[in-house]
């Protein structure tokens, strides 16, 4: 069992740069992956990113070179560095954790326009 909070959502404009963290109940060694989501409205759920219990990490193309997935061990912190984001960014983005089955947070909005 897991609970998962997201923070750091908000609005930005094109170009500009947001960091949202995904808070975890327990260590993130016992989490298999970490993953990263996000859902505009209308829109199937798409799947940007995740980081393994080992640091590895993996990225959708639509957002490789522009998002970065790292952890906070000590806090059970996992975070997703936004940058150069555009509008097409604009989404409820979600933190999902995987052990036995999988345990998604609440989800966090990120609007980003000018």
């Known amino acids: 069992q897991v609970q998962l909070v997201e923070s750091g959502g908000g609005f930005v404009q094109p170009g500009g740069s947001l960091r949202l963290s995904c808070a975890a109940s327990r260590s993130l060694f016992s989490i298999t992956i970490m993953g990263w989501y996000r859902q505009a409205p209308g829109k199937e759920r798409e799947w940007l990113g995740r980081?393994?219990?080992?640091?590895?990490?993996n990225y959708a193309d639509s957002v490789k070179g522009r998002f970065t997935i790292s952890r906070d061990i000590a806090k059970n912190t996992v975070s997703l560095q936004m940058n150069s984001l555009k509008p097409e960014d604009t989404a409820v983005y979600y933190c999902?954790?995987?052990?036995?089955?999988?345990?998604w947070g609440q989800g966090t909005q990120v609007t980003v326009s000018s």
């Open positions: 999902r954790a995987y052990i036995s089955g999988e345990y």
């Open positions: 980081i393994t219990s080992s640091g590895s990490t």
